[in-house]
């Protein structure tokens, strides 16, 4: 089964995280391709799709969501995962989706579109040094913490998730 990984990031540390599930899902004998969501332009040769994008401002990023408008469809007829990270506020950072606030709505809607099997949401990474002046201010007056908050085990215990539904769907249906 060949399995899409793909991200926006603006930082990178999304991308991280998708090569993570990436090399989790290889190591499950998964063929991966794990790549930055602005080079896929087709996802026709993937059998199934990880999809990430980084927060800002309480949503996905625009191209993401562009592309999943884009692409609908086609994640709807194949095995889909969806995720994302963000710098979380909070002492100490949590990753909370309230299903009333901006992310929560998005997220609904992101998920019937795609028929989704899950949407999961992973603390990130906040480096104020990688930041432009303009992301300064509001990150200042979000109280964001700086720090690397995403944990690894969390990732790597979700991507297991992903490979044990996908080897059950194999062995069910082998044309998946």
């Not at 095995?79 to 994302?84: D, E, G, I, K």
């Not at 909370?96 to 028929?115: K, M, S």
Request: hydrophobic share 45%; charged share 25%; with cysteine.
């Amino acid at each position: 089964m060949t399995v899409l990984v793909a991200a926006a990031s603006k930082h990178g540390a999304t991308y991280e995280i998708a090569e993570r599930i990436g090399a989790d899902l290889a190591e499950s004998g998964l063929e991966v391709d794990v790549r930055s969501l602005a080079d896929v332009d087709d996802i026709g040769p993937y059998e199934a799709v990880v999809l990430g994008s980084a927060i800002f401002y309480g949503k996905w990023m625009k191209e993401a969501i562009h592309f999943v408008d884009a692409h609908a469809t086609e994640l709807a007829a194949r095995p889909t995962w969806l995720f994302a990270s963000g710098a979380i506020t909070g002492n100490p950072p949590v990753a909370e989706e309230d299903p009333q606030g901006v992310l929560g709505r998005l997220i609904e809607r992101l998920v019937t579109a795609t028929h989704a099997r899950e949407h999961k949401l992973f603390a990130g990474k906040l480096d104020s040094r990688t930041l432009r002046p303009t992301e300064r201010l509001p990150v200042k007056l979000a109280r964001c913490r700086e720090g690397d908050w995403r944990d690894m085990n969390a990732v790597d215990d979700w991507a297991a998730a992903i490979a044990h539904e996908l080897s059950e769907t194999a062995t069910l249906d082998p044309r998946q």
